[in-house]
DNA sequence: CTGAAAGCGCTTACAG
DNA sequence: CTGAAAGCGCTTACAG
């Protein structure tokens, strides 16, 4: 017997479960939760009749109970979202599985705004919250100090003293470099954004730390913005001057790839044939839509999220867990833009 | 007297207070409500006393009181975000003045993933929800049916009778068009996405509308992907074949005009001298990319979603709403790629 | 094996 | 003007 096609205006407690099954709301609640001991059939009785009737228990009561809200907030000021999108979501399926609900809190970078939503959180009862952006050197407008309740930071500025995920930007650019290396390119060059951002210099000293391991002279990293129209003003700076061109060119982001491979087809060079290019960042729609397809760093943001989500369970279910930062590993993922191994 | 720097491991409770101010909890709910009468002294006491506590009512207990837990769920299953994003961050700052907080609802395609959040929701007893996704013309894996909470589609395919917000997808497609007319450009032609996609036929009705009005002829959309690669294809087969070439291409998306542009200087052709482009969605990290910078019809998709918050909430608040399907206003964004009039 | 009682933190008629 | 009581929907010792 099927529930009604149309609900009841209001939904069947447990009250109503146990008048139907001729039971306490008491002997109910334990049948239901497989908790206490009674004959098998009066708690299969009772099941029965709370399935035929729709019940579904109460959250609010359960958690006003159990101090435990099953529910986490989820900050952010990354209103564009191409980094914090694949964060959120790698949270939130860490997290529905283990019944748990996230809270959407946009920030933006208004103090203002981060205060009502930290407070709503806190008013809601969440069990914990997250903190992720989009830069992992700027703090959201919030203060999330002494909060009484777990909080994890994730591509985001931390505290100092909490636990933070990102991404190891140095070990990216390592793998970028690397690559180009055992491709037998020897003259690679290194193009990224402001140096306003931490991880510019991050990648920009693994970048020169690589060639110098490898005994390669080091160039100095060119800096400009995140964008194609620096990318391609990079490659006019380099490839006009006199003397041997670079063979790779690693970029700080995909968009500067972009313009990249662009200004050297415009100017006649092949890639990868001539010139090898890696990106950062893995944005798919633009990786895949430069000619050749672009190779590029991966930062497992939704991998991030899913560590993160799993570690603010663990501690709001009280296991400890050492403070600091916690870098997680990135990846390269080959497209067409640097070609084959010499002898390949 | 702040509240200390360390938190109290739990929160003060309105018992705690009503001590401390030397009254029961009843008078002291009411003081801080500003509920029944009593003296104003008394009143006064007691919110200090609370303010001094640091106390805050919890809302766990309140909703169950008042059965309203000012939360709603927001199911999406656009992970990446282009679309989703400025619908959800519209949602949530239309809520979060009001108090709302906003589950976030990663569906997926996944009909056990939509199942699982939905239930999740119901249990949370959250007050109403809302359903997005990346198109107008897919469901959700979900069955909202009969939910006994309100519900409201935006960017989404609705159920039946329900309530959704959607771009007016032939209103922007005008606006592009007319932009051209205006700009003295008659031999305009449109790409478009698959035939697959509502959108594409709904768009490209209103550009031949618009052709016929002004008395123009009628040339067939041409349908491939949405990507830049179809754009330079497009442009191949169009500027390919003898006689008069076009003046203007209308596009379904930025990518596509994209790739027009890029075709377009790539035979030697001037935008928007020879060619004006337009795009669609106003993606502005590629609209700006574009050289000439890409003129774009905006969906204006965060006031979208802020309209899909603000009635959700007169719908929770027991206000009636005609089911339906409201279609809102596009804007043209102007840049560079159409020029300017005839005699500007 | 089952139920009556107390209680989570709050609000709202209802008495005094 | 203020407080004791009942109750939101549930769970968990504690009696029987």
Redesign the interface.
Known sequence: MASD???????VTLREVAAAAGVSVATASKALNGQGRMMAETRERIRETAQRLGF??????Q??LRRR???VG?LTND???RFS??V??GI??AL??K?V??????VEDDQR?GQ??V???????VDGIIATGKRIDRHLPVDLA???IPVIYAFTQPDPGAIAFVSDDAGGARLAVEHFWRLGRRRIVHFSGPASFAVVHARAQAYRDVLTEKGLPAMEPLLGSW???WGHEAVKKLFDRKGEKPDAVFCGND?IA?GVI?ALRERGLDVPDDVGVIGFDNWQ?VAE?TRPPLTSVDMNLAALGREAGLTLLSLVGGEPAAPGIRKLPCRLVVRQSCGRPPGG
Chains 1, 2 share one sequence.
């Open positions: 096609a149309s609900p009841a205006p209001t939904p579904r228990p109460n959250s609010l009561a958690s006003l809200s099953f529910t989820l209103t564009y979202g999108l694949p959120m979501s939130s399926d529905v599985d019944g609900s996230v809270f959407l809190c946009n705004l009502l939503h407070e709503a959180m806190l008013d809601k009862r002494n909060l009484r964008s194609e129209a968009q972009r662009d729609i839509a």
